[in-house]
């Protein structure tokens, strides 16, 4: 039994009666369970303020046009890349091989940052040449306000992942994290993941329907 | 200097600190001991809840006649009843019973802490900083004017533009965050660190309440996040976001489902706990096993996914679907059966039960009784029909109270003294207990229970003045509220007094008739709360009648 005061670093491990899985991964999931409700919330929203008689919303094609669909769609599959390059860092790590798992998980990183470069590049090219051609044709003004806040929120999420995987990452190179902290990586894996799969929803609603 | 001693958990853990009482200090405000933090949680609640009574004090005078009494100026008044609300709901009833369940939920379990301590000392650091953002338009006088639920047009920033508005969202945004770590780490805690033999289905009925109540916490919670990130992005940039202004294609009911799909699971989450509490007692001082516990757990899932799908009965008079207002009435309507079987298998514990009536049991008692009626006269408000002639009366107000003064409030009291003796190891004075208790139950129904009349006779809530035919209700109304208030002091200066001044108190305190883990292990309880891992021995669970051998503990022996 580990000790409670403030000096020991680690909480206390699993009970006798567990569900045979760490307390952090517990942790995360409950914690995602959260997250995809707050994502849910805004979800709502956006179809609520969208799917109304005469919402005047514009359709994807017109408002991003070929180009821009296929950017996003691009950034969508850098994402996923990304999401398997965090499965090969564990099965590295659960094989022993850390400097794998290194290279792995700089690749994942990769993937978020261009992810990010991509998001901020369509960001800009749609407040500078896009959206106010779509408000002077009377389009609904909660499309680009829907649209910042799902993505911004979603890149924000990102945004963290890459930090969590960086700090993940110099752990690992300072020999904290090692071939025996499986579930340190794991419960990163998940959140990454769930980062991924938010985006295929988002990238559906917002790019596809 | 004088050496602290302290039992238990409360003694200092370091031999300096011993003698230094800043040291000491410093050891509870960063603790990170579940116990502590408990300890720390409620005495944090306990200055809101009077903060937030105070509130509805100044509220209970100006209408005690009608005509201006207190404040010459109504838009000071009309601040009153959301931040009201929010101090009780947000500061004062949930973190309260985020500090029962901190220290009772790992004694039960049979686990040494919570799974993550220092999450836990963080969930409740960010609680005094959220209330300081919420409450901050008192300290530059712009206190936003649209109640606790903040409906846009109201609360956008043509109507509300001031500061203060902006800081009280922003507070409830901090509030949220610390109750979703709680419900983690508490999920995390009940799920995966139970001692042996503790199943799922050995659970004492409070953490099961908690168990359900962390779901609803994390399946709620967020939606209201984000309606409130919506809302301030509206009012911080008008120009871009028009989420709920119809000019810029909003929708302004839009708010409100978001809204009450969080508000209406935060009622269970503000109750939950509660009936867990009360479940403990009066199996405690019935002095037989709950009845109907497999229900009894079950029946609280049931209410917590009910809970889900009933939001729009807040929504009568909003101009949505007649057949969806029929749909959310039904439902709304069935949440009475899985709270009836939790009022009969309360009553059928006690039926035959050797009952004792100590102070925690009379406010079981209490409680069951009127909540009885709060549940009632929620019944009455699901209908559309009769809602649509009470929405925004003094009706919704008196049944509000019902439910969480007579509800929440009561079996927060009953819970208090019941753990009293474990928390601080000295025995409240019980003589004063009793005052406070029937000081409380009769001066809640003085204060609420005209307001039913009012409501029905169409006096409207939140207004600054009404017309004088209410004059003696709100009189009479307004008298009660102050005893109430008044009654509060003297249970905050009991429990003050027999901290320091109390008898010490046994291990198993209540006629050693507790039969849970916490029961098990010393008052105070050690830093560690078991020397070695505890083992539980599974009850087995069947219908015995009182007469019969195991039916009542004492013949069991
Ligand atoms: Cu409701």
């Not at chain 1, 993505?151 to 110099?170: R, S």
């Not at chain 2, 049944?399 to 928390?423: E, Q, R």
């Not at chain 2, 204060?447 to 009404?466: K, S």
Request: charged share 10%; hydrophobic share 50%; net charge negative.
């Amino acid at each position: 039994m580990s000790a409670q005061d403030g000096s020991v670093m680690e909480g206390p491990g699993p009970g006798e009666e567990s569900l045979g899985v760490t307390n952090g991964k517990i942790g995360m999931w409950t914690f995602l369970v959260m997250d995809a409700m707050t994502f849910a919330g805004i979800l709502a929203g956006y179809a609520r303020l969208r799917w109304t008689p005469d919402s005047m919303w514009p359709f994807p094609i017109d408002a991003f046009g070929v180009i821009g669909i296929q950017l996003t769609a691009l950034n969508t599959f850098i994402l996923i890349c990304s999401s398997v390059a965090m499965v090969h860092v564990l099965a590295e790590q659960m094989r022993g091989n850390m400097d794998r798992a290194e290279k792995w998980l700089m690749a994942t990183i990769g993937g978020g940052l261009i992810f990010l470069g991509i998001q901020a590049f369509e960001w800009t090219h749609l407040i500078i040449d896009k959206f106010h051609l779509l408000m002077d044709a009377g389009y609904n003004q909660n499309f680009p306000a829907t649209f910042y806040l799902l993505t911004g929120f979603h890149g924000m999420h990102v945004a963290v992942g890459v930090i969590y995987n960086t700090i993940i990452l110099m752990a690992i190179r300072r020999g904290r994290v090692t071939k025996d902290h499986t579930s340190t990586v794991e419960i990163a894996g998940l959140y990454w993941h769930f980062v991924d799969l938010i985006w295929i929803l988002v990238f559906t609603f917002v790019y596809l329907i | 200097m004088t050496e602290i001693k302290a039992k238990g958990y409360l003694s200092p853990l370091t031999e300096e600190a011993k003698t230094n009482k800043w040291l000491y200090l410093k050891e509870w405000l960063c603790t990170t001991d579940a116990k502590r933090i408990g300890v720390l949680y409620l005495a944090f609640s306990a200055v809101m809840g009077l903060f937030g009574g105070i509130l509805s004090i100044l509220i209970r005078i100006e209408l005690a006649h009608h005509g201006p009494v207190l404040f010459a100026d109504p838009s000071l008044y009309n601040a009153l009843p959301g931040f009201h609300a929010t101090a009780m709901i947000f500061f004062f009833i949930i973190p309260a019973f985020t500090g029962a369940g901190n220290f009772v939920v790992p004694i039960q379990i049979g686990a040494p802490d919570m799974a993550f301590p220092r999450l836990n000392l963080a969930a409740f650091w960010i609680l005094p900083p959220a209330a300081l953002v919420t409450f901050f338009g008192f300290f530059i006088n712009s206190l936003p004017e649209f109640g606790w639920t903040g409906y846009p047009p109201l609360s956008n920033n043509v109507y509300s533009g001031m500061l203060g508005a902006d800081f009280w969202v922003l507070g409830l945004v901090l509030v949220g965050v610390s109750s979703t770590m709680a419900a983690v780490n508490f999920l995390a805690t009940i799920f995966n660190m139970r001692c042996k033999g503790m199943k799922l289905f050995q659970l004492p009925l409070f953490t099961w309440s908690i168990i359900v109540t962390s779901f609803l916490i994390l399946a709620a919670t967020p939606v209201l996040t984000s309606a409130l990130l919506m809302l301030t992005f509206e009012r911080m940039f008008p120009g871009v976001f028009h989420f709920f202004n119809p000019a810029g294609g909003g929708d302004p009911v839009l708010y409100q489902h978001l809204f009450w799909f969080y508000s209406h699971p935060a009622v269970y989450i503000m109750i939950l706990p509660g009936f867990g509490i009360i479940s403990s007692v009066v199996q405690t001082f019935s002095r037989k096993h709950i009845f109907g516990y497999v229900l009894m757990a079950w029946s609280m899932m049931a209410i917590a996914v009910l809970g889900f799908v009933v939001w729009a009965h807040h929504m009568y008079t909003t101009g949505i679907a007649l057949e969806v207002r029929v749909g959310f009435m039904f439902l709304t309507m069935l949440i009475a059966v899985p709270t009836g079987i939790k009022i009969f298998s309360w009553m059928a514990t006690m039926w035959g039960g050797s009952l004792k009536f100590d102070t925690p049991m009379l406010f079981a008692i209490g409680f069951i009784a009127m909540f009885t009626l709060g549940g009632l006269s929620g019944v009455v408000l699901a209908s559309v029909s009769v809602d649509i002639q009470l929405h925004d009366t003094y009706y919704v107000v008196a049944h509000i109270h019902y439910v969480l003064v007579a509800g929440s409030m009561l079996t927060l009291f009953a819970g208090l003294y019941y753990w009293y003796p474990k928390v601080s190891g000295k025995m409240y004075n019980e003589f004063w207990g009793r005052v406070h208790f029937w000081l409380t139950a009769i001066f809640l129904n003085v204060t609420f229970f005209l307001q039913h009349w009012m409501g029905v006779a169409g006096m409207p809530r939140r207004y600054y003045d009404y017309d004088p035919q209410f004059e003696w209700a709100n009189m009479i109304s307004s008298g009660g509220a102050v005893v109430l208030f008044l009654a509060q002091l003297i249970f905050v200066a009991n429990l003050v007094w027999s901290w320091k001044y109390g008898e010490d108190a046994e291990d198993n305190h209540w006629y050693g008739d507790g039969i849970h883990l916490e029961w098990m292990v010393p008052s105070p309880p050690d830093h560690h709360n078991f020397p070695e891992p505890p083992e539980w021995k599974p009850i087995i669970r069947q219908h015995v009648s009182a007469d019969q051998p195991g039916g009542l503990w004492h013949r069991q022996q």
